[in-house]
């Protein structure tokens, strides 16, 4: 099982990982650690591999910090789903293999703390009785997430999606 944690709307960057807990500011400290560490410190101390995140639009706005979405890859976030998500961190989230999805129906139904069983390959979140199906991820977003992200999936293929 895994539990949800709902966010509002326009949660940034800055949010998600403070620039003062950037790695370069602290070298050798896991970013993961640093998750929503002041937003909701209960996020950094208790989240669970295979957690879902779930939030309201424009989620992962503010600037294009990349290691903003590496904590949520180390903290090992199954998947986030939101109304809308910034482009910058749609991509960075896909590139480095965590699932995207925009949902309305799933954010609509789902409330913080409910526990779920997230299935991917059966395209469906499982609250009870409740099944939620997950909408298709674009091809080339497929491909790199089931690859584990971009780096992954050039290693096996040798070149990027949609590339001969």
Not at 14 to 26: C, S
Not at 119 to 140: K, S
Request: aromatic letters at 10%; one cysteine or more.
């Amino acid at each position: 099982m895994a539990k949800v944690w709902k966010f509002g709307a326009d949660v940034d960057t800055d949010q998600i990982v403070p620039g003062r807990y950037a790695p370069y500011m602290r070298p050798g400290a896991d970013v993961g650690e640093a998750a929503f560490i002041e937003a909701r410190p209960e996020f950094a101390q208790t989240a669970q591999p295979g957690d879902i995140i779930v939030a309201q639009e424009n989620f992962g706005c503010g600037s294009s910090r990349e290691y903003a979405v590496e904590a949520l890859r180390r903290r090992q976030v199954g998947a986030v789903i939101a109304l809308s998500f910034a482009r910058i961190f749609f991509r960075n989230a896909i590139n480095l293999g965590i699932p995207v999805y925009v949902a309305p129906d799933i954010v609509q139904a789902l409330q913080d703390g409910d526990q779920i069983a997230l299935d991917l390959p059966g395209r469906q979140i499982v609250r009870g009785e409740q099944v939620l199906p997950l909408p298709d991820l674009p091809d080339f977003a497929r491909q790199v997430v089931e690859a584990g992200g971009i780096v992954p999936y050039v290693r096996l293929h040798g070149h990027f999606p949609g590339e001969a």
